[in-house]
Antibody, heavy 118, light 110 residues
Framework: EVQLVESGGGLVQPGGSLRLSCAASGFTLRSYWMSWVRQAPGKGLEWVANIKEDESEKYYVDSVKGRFTISRDNAKNSLYLQMNSLRAEDTAIYYC???????????WGQGTLVTVSS | QSALTQPRSVSGSPGQSVTISCAGTSSDVGGYNYVSWYQQYPGKAPKVMIHGVSERPSGVPDRFSGSKSGNTASLTISGLQSEDEADYYCCSFAGSHIYVFGTGTTVTVL
């Protein structure tokens, strides 16, 4: 069974940093692109970042470029999101998602909440 | 990277059909056959219902169908059931490894 479990969320002050982790199981992580998608409270979904199987390509939504870094450790079956210079508008549930066929997010984690507030 | 436009809400009685539109541009919905639809219950993670515009993953009821015309994609739920009451989001590839989601639609079963 495919499982994605996020961790690392919490309360952080504006300008602070946080590192999210996503533990993958039930499939071979190194065979898939992976993504982070976020959802602000009461709002819609927003694609944040994608990373290629071998980490050679990474892509970000404009609003997080230069502040967030997506990475992975295939040996540890883990995906990460390093978030720096956090802003109030980054407050959201962050989901880890597997990128499957036809540009589809076919499996999602349960999400981890990041709250940026003083 | 503007969000795709969806109606805020749609509703229907059990057994009826409802259609949710997802309006984009030629740079996203109209330019690629990579539109997917996600169902989300409150407090839960999204679940893919349609991919590749009209393909249904294994396990998704056949009352869910997808289509596209020009820059607008659509999700139709036929034979509406109470368990279909949820939020629905479209998503499209927008070139250069960029993805954009829709604004979301709440489906209410009357």
């Amino acid at each position: 069974e495919v499982q994605l479990v996020e961790s690392g969320g919490g309360l952080v002050q504006p300008g602070g940093s946080l590192r999210l982790s996503c533990a993958a199981s039930g499939f071979t992580l190194r065979s898939y692109w992976m993504s982070w998608v976020r959802q602000a409270p009461g709002k819609g979904l927003e694609w944040v970042a994608n990373i290629k199987e071998d980490e050679s390509e990474k892509y970000y939504v404009d609003s997080v470029k230069g502040r967030f870094t997506i990475s992975r450790d295939n040996a540890k079956n883990s995906l990460y999101l390093q978030m720096n210079s956090l802003r109030a508008e980054d407050t959201a549930i962050y989901y880890c998602a597997r990128y499957g066929i036809s540009a589809t997010y076919d499996y999602w984690g349960q999400g981890t909440l990041v709250t940026v507030s003083s | 990277q503007s969000a795709l436009t969806q109606p805020r809400s749609v509703s229907g009685s059990p057994g009826q059909s409802v259609t949710i539109s997802c309006a984009g541009t030629s740079s996203d919905v109209g330019g690629y056959n990579y539109v997917s639809w996600y169902q989300q219950y409150p407090g839960k993670a999204p679940k893919v219902m349609i991919h590749g515009v009209s393909e249904r993953p294994s396990g998704v009821p056949d009352r869910f169908s997808g289509s596209k015309s020009g820059n607008t994609a659509s999700l139709t739920i036929s034979g509406l059931q109470s368990e279909d009451e949820a939020d629905y989001y479209c998503c499209s590839f927008a070139g250069s490894h960029i993805y954009v989601f829709g604004t979301g639609t709440t489906v209410t079963v009357l």
